[in-house]
């Protein structure tokens, strides 16, 4: 059974940049012709798709947080990590990582998701 | 891009069928069929309900489905139950290759 786990700080100062990990088991992240994604919700608040990443490394993004967003893959660890620029109180949510199989548009597996508080 | 319009709230009795819309446009909703569903608990992770417009995955009853038409996706829910109660939200592919999400819609069952 395929297992997601996000981790990284719970807090994180204005401007700074937040760095999260998934890390998948039961499963290799690099299997073909899947992707690799980023979800968060503000407390309260409905989803946002915040950008995905193919197995083969090809990148995708929310166009409202491409210039602060990068998602990469590290095949040796078996994790997904997101790393969020120079961050707001606006960036205060629960992130989630997921799995979508290509040509198909479920995210069929789904972390549990981590509380990122934006604060100083 | 925009997200996706969804009704705020829906309601209905035990038993009853309720229909939750996801509009969008034509270079998101009615130019693909990859338009998934999720149902989201409190505290909880969303689950996956309806991909590929239509498509139930293993394990989902049979009471959901969906359906689209032109630039706006459906999501059913019939026999209504307790249980279904919670917040649904919309997905779409976009010409840009990206994702939008609908505001979301919360559930009541009376």
């Known amino acids: 059974q395929l297992q997601l786990q996000e981790s990284g700080p719970g807090l994180v100062k204005p401007s700074e940049t937040l760095s999260l990990t998934c890390t998948v088991s039961g499963g290799s992240i690099s299997a073909s012709s899947y992707y690799w994604g980023w979800i968060r919700q503000p407390p309260g608040k409905g989803l946002e798709w915040i950008g995905n990443?193919?197995?083969?490394?090809?990148?995708y993004y929310n166009p409202s947080l491409r210039s602060r967003v990068t998602i990469s893959l590290d095949t040796s660890k078996n994790q997904l990590s997101l790393k969020l620029s120079s961050v707001t109180a606006a960036d205060t949510a629960v992130y989630y990582c997921?799995?979508?199989?290509?040509?198909?548009?479920?995210?069929?597996?789904w972390g549990q998701g981590t509380l990122v508080t934006v604060s100083s | 891009q925009s997200a996706l319009t969804q009704p705020a709230s829906v309601s209905g009795s035990p038993g009853q069928s309720i229909t939750i819309s996801c509009t969008g446009t034509s270079s998101d909703v009615g130019g693909y069929n990859y338009v998934s569903w999720y149902q989201q608990h409190p505290g909880k992770a969303p689950k996956l309900m309806i991909y590929?417009?239509?498509n139930r995955p293993s394990g989902v009853s049979n009471r959901f489905s969906g359906s689209k038409s032109d630039n706006t996706a459906s999501l059913t829910i019939s026999g209504l139950q307790a249980e279904d109660e919670g917040d649904y939200y919309c997905?779409?592919?976009?010409?840009?290759?990206?994702?939008?999400f609908g505001g979301g819609t919360k559930l009541t069952v009376l």
């Open positions: 997905i779409s592919y976009t010409s840009s290759s990206t994702w939008v």
């Open positions: 997921a799995r979508r199989r290509a040509s198909s548009s479920g995210l069929d597996y």
């Open positions: 990443i193919y197995y083969s490394g090809s990148t």
């Open positions: 590929d417009v239509s």
